[in-house]
T-cell receptor, first 113, second 115 residues
Framework: GQNIDQPTEMTATEGAIVQINCTYQ??????LFWYQQHAGEAPTFLSYNVLDGLEEKGRFSSFLSRSKGYSYLLLKELQMKDSASYLC??????????????FGSGTQLTVLP | ETGVTQSPTHLIKTRGQQVTLRCSSQSGHNTVSWYQQALGQGPQFIFQ???????GRGNFPPRFSGLQFPNYSSELNVNALELDDSALYLC??????????????FGPGTRLLVL
């Protein structure tokens, strides 16, 4: 099975940098995703890592270490609109072409002025 | 906007009733996945449909069933509703499986309340 852990809540200040960690244990790994979800809305795709290393996309970066079962999402130059839940999800490689995602419970980030 | 649409947006049912939720996938996407998201939790995988056939199922009972149509739109049916079925139901579509196109794009969800 899959087990994904991420902190429940984090708080940071506008303009700062925040790192949200995610650790996972999985019987089959085929990629790690980060999604952003504002309250009452659908998750929106932020990043995808399948190989070790850092992927940078504007103010957001995501890092993956497959040997450590570890990823982080780095948010720079925080803005008030970044207040949201950040979901870490692992794609299961076990079952044929099914691209099942297993999600963590999400990290609720609050950005303070 | 992901191009994935769901209906209805909100729904109230009573225990024991049946419900059908609908999803239209993004143009060109042939795979649809359904997730249940309880308040304060991450989405939980229900099942996935690919070319009109179920292609993977999570830990949900048989009273959760689905369909995918030739135009790749999909339905989620839940029979004998229970109070714990109250949740946000999310549909996600993804394109034909090619490297670099693995991302699932979510619709706005249907919020179901079972009384």
């Amino acid at each position: 099975g899959q087990n994904i852990d991420q902190p429940t809540e984090m708080t940071a200040t506008e303009g700062a940098i925040v790192q949200i960690n995610c650790t996972y244990q999985t019987s089959g790994f085929n990629g790690l995703f980060w999604y952003q979800q504002h309250a009452g809305e659908a998750p929106t795709f932020l990043s995808y890592n399948v190989l070790d290393g850092l992927e940078e996309k504007g103010r957001f970066s995501s890092f993956l270490s497959r040997s450590k079962g570890y990823s982080y999402l780095l948010l720079k130059e925080l803005q008030m609109k970044d207040s949201a839940s950040y979901l870490c999800a692992v794609r299961d490689a076990r079952s044929g072409s099914a691209r099942q995602l297993t999600f963590g419970s999400g990290t609720q980030l609050t950005v303070l002025p | 906007e992901t191009g994935v649409t769901q209906s209805p947006t909100h729904l109230i049912k009573t225990r024991g009733q049946q419900v059908t939720l609908r999803c239209s996938s993004q143009s060109g996407h042939n795979t649809v996945s359904w997730y249940q998201q309880a308040l304060g939790q991450g989405p939980q995988f229900i099942f996935q449909y690919y070319r009109e056939e179920e292609n993977g199922r999570g830990n949900f009972p048989p009273r959760f069933s689905g369909l995918q149509f030739p135009n790749y739109s999909s339905e989620l049916n839940v029979n004998a509703l229970e109070l714990d079925d109250s949740a946000l139901y999310l549909c996600a579509s993804s394109p034909p499986q090619r490297p670099g196109q693995e991302t699932q794009y979510f619709g706005p969800g249907t919020r179901l309340l079972v009384l």
